[in-house]
């Protein structure tokens, strides 16, 4: 749950802020945690919406080991790089698990794969280890890669839905927006790290 007060990283000024924002008509909970400082960047936001779409319950898979670092999981993770508890140190699109999945999350971890077609290869695979009607959720910040870019934008085939956030203060306050007003937003500019977000619903 998000808190009113934290610190803005530029001298440790406390600012205040509504500890909560709205998505698809619903309040929900900035996420106010240490790690990785989310007070300050799009996880605060990232993480509850993701978690409000697609609950913890069985049968999930997260690609990329995000969650683990806040919340008690017991899903399997496969993330190349970061070890960890549940974390299957392999490649997505290579990897080999003979579990069937009913939902999969990733949190801003496809734009780090590869090019545009690698990142496509990702998704197919992911679904391929999807039960009939499971989805993946996934995000991507705007504006970090040309690449990843071209997936939110160019390819309105692979997603079921798309959602956008967008930061609108040096508070690191959001506001849900639509597709046309996340055009050319910069990546770390105004504000560090992300400025906007997609949230995107691959259905099998």
């Not at 605060?44 to 080991?65: D, F, K, M, R």
Request: glycine share 8%.
């Amino acid at each position: 749950m998000g808190r009113p007060l934290y610190k803005n990283g530029k001298g440790g000024k406390e600012m205040k802020r509504n500890p909560s924002f709205k998505f698809n008509g619903n309040e929900l909970f900035y996420l106010d945690n240490e790690y990785n400082s989310t007070s300050l960047n799009e996880r605060s936001v990232e993480i509850p919406i993701v978690l409000s779409i697609c609950p913890l319950t069985e049968g999930v898979l997260e690609v990329g080991n995000v969650l683990n670092h806040y919340y008690g999981i017991d899903h399997p993770v496969v993330d190349i790089k970061e070890e960890g508890r549940g974390v299957i140190n392999e490649d997505i699109r290579t990897v080999r698990i003979r579990s069937v999945f009913s939902r999969s999350i990733s949190i801003s971890t496809i734009e780090h794969i590869g090019g545009l077609s690698d990142m496509i290869d990702a998704i197919n695979k992911i679904k391929l280890m999807l039960s009939p009607g499971g989805e993946l959720i996934c995000t991507l910040p705007i504006g970090y890669r040309k690449e990843a870019n071209h997936l939110v934008f160019d390819c309105p085939e692979l997603f079921s839905n798309q959602w956008f956030m967008k930061r609108i203060s040096d508070n690191n306050e959001w506001e849900q927006v639509e597709k046309k007003d996340v055009r050319g937003v910069k990546y770390g500019r105004p504000w560090k790290w992300a400025n906007s977000i997609m949230i995107g619903r691959c259905k099998k």
